[in-house]
């Protein structure tokens, strides 16, 4: 099961034509004479299946857009809302990928294999079974409940890529989101503790411009709120359980004040609703990765021995460094950064902050602090109180930013003792 996936059009029932829509291109007027543009009634390219929006989600094949010689436009196809057969525990999915790709572990991802796809406008696929680092999956265009678009535009949201463990159960499924830099494998370990204690099913998401899924140029907390949004009602998911650390905090926090309906419960770790004073700290990370150089063809050991060493006059915290190494990948014989380092460079204060929210969120929430961390103050307590009345603070004591990583078990019995009964 994908992302994104898609069947192909009727062919053995054509849809309307000729007299009614003489020509299949862009701009041409609508059946019966309206005079509208199809291109207003957001008839979009060929292929990538979106329904016409203001029209009650029927797609351009309904309304009578055909596929002729030489008019370069194809009939587009409506996205399957078909339920697909059930993942296999370990699963992992993409929405750029066919399903069947092994979930990359903690420790060594595997060795890189070819997608079987030319050099020009290629999915590759890096050491962890990606495909596409840097490139720009189709997405969706999204609208939030009310259907409404700010200012005009669309939302867009892209299609995540995650891995999904353990299954069944009564409560709803736990989704586990990754901070800055990160990945859904930052989580593996976790998951799968938590589905040997009778969890359930767990996923883990990877952001936008991290990991295995689609790089892109926005990157706010609404943009990846909708892209979690998008997963959920692809996987027909009515409401999960969220946990985030850091950046996936503030996401899984955006979520439930966004979309309370769609979020039961909520975990934030080491991440309060305000604003985060580490704009040039990470700045500088990103300088110093962006500044790594790696010659072709070497070794997976000895690229990280490499740029390891041209990080730490930058980064002195080996941890840190370690953890930003977990993106170094080998695509085709060259080391890259999978992260999208651009996008997060232009966007980094929006990162940083947090966006205003006045409607609170209802549910239960915990907010998960690590006593040494500096991520969490007292101060954050009247804006936590505001947005999420029912919540909880609690410290793991000796752990710092990466809770989970730090403290593991403690960690672990905390999540466990919010989750609902099974």
Not at 16 to 32: F, K, N, T, Y
Not at 162 to 177: C, F, K, M, Q
Not at 404 to 422: G, R
């Amino acid at each position: 099961m994908t992302g994104s996936h898609q069947v192909p059009g009727d062919t053995k029932h054509p849809p309307l034509r000729q007299r009614w829509w003489p020509r299949g291109w862009l701009g041409q007027p609508l059946p019966g004479g309206l005079g509208v543009p199809a291109r207003l009634w957001g008839v979009l390219c060929p292929g990538l299946g979106r329904p016409c929006p203001g029209l009650g989600g029927f797609s351009a094949r309904i309304w009578g857009v055909t596929a002729r010689a030489g008019s370069g436009l194809a009939a587009p196809r409506p996205v399957s809302t078909q339920r697909g057969s059930r993942r296999a525990p370990g699963k992992v999915c993409s929405g750029g990928r066919a399903p069947g790709t092994a979930a990359p572990r903690d420790s060594e991802p595997p060795p890189p294999r070819s997608s079987g796809r030319g050099q020009s406008g290629a999915a590759r696929r890096d050491q962890s079974g990606c495909t596409g680092v840097g490139a720009l999956l189709p997405s969706a265009r999204l609208t939030d409940r009310t259907g409404c678009r700010r200012g005009g535009a669309r939302s867009r949201a892209v299609s995540l890529s995650y891995a999904e463990v353990g299954s069944g159960g009564a409560r709803p499924p736990l989704v586990l989101l990754h901070g800055l830099f990160g990945s859904r494998v930052n989580f593996q370990s976790v998951a799968n503790a938590l589905v040997r204690r009778g969890c359930g099913r767990v996923l883990m998401l990877d952001a936008r411009n991290h990991g295995c899924s689609p790089h892109s140029p926005m990157m706010s907390y609404e943009a990846m709120s909708l892209d979690v949004q998008h997963l959920l009602h692809h996987l027909r998911i009515p409401q999960c359980i969220v946990l985030g650390h850091s950046m996936g905090g503030k996401t899984a926090m955006a979520l439930a004040l966004q979309r309370p309906d769609l979020v039961e419960r909520l975990i934030s770790v080491d991440i309060s609703p305000v604003s985060t004073a580490c704009v040039s700290e990470f700045s500088a990370y990103i300088a110093a990765m962006k500044a790594v150089k790696i010659p072709d063809g070497v070794s997976r050991s000895a690229a990280r021995q490499l740029a390891d060493k041209q990080l730490q006059p930058v980064i002195q915290v080996p941890q840190i460094r370690q953890f930003l190494l977990t993106s170094l990948v080998d695509v085709q014989g060259r080391y890259v950064w999978r992260v999208n380092l651009e996008a997060i460079s232009n966007h980094l204060a929006d990162i940083m902050n947090f966006p205003m929210f006045h409607k609170p969120y209802p549910g239960p929430a915990l907010f998960l602090r690590g006593s040494n961390s500096p991520y969490m103050s007292s101060k954050d307590y009247p804006e936590i109180r505001r947005l999420f009345p029912k919540a909880n603070v609690q410290f793991i004591e000796g752990a710092g930013h990466i809770v989970h990583q730090d403290k593991f078990e403690e960690f672990i019995t905390a999540v466990l003792n919010f989750l609902p009964p099974p």
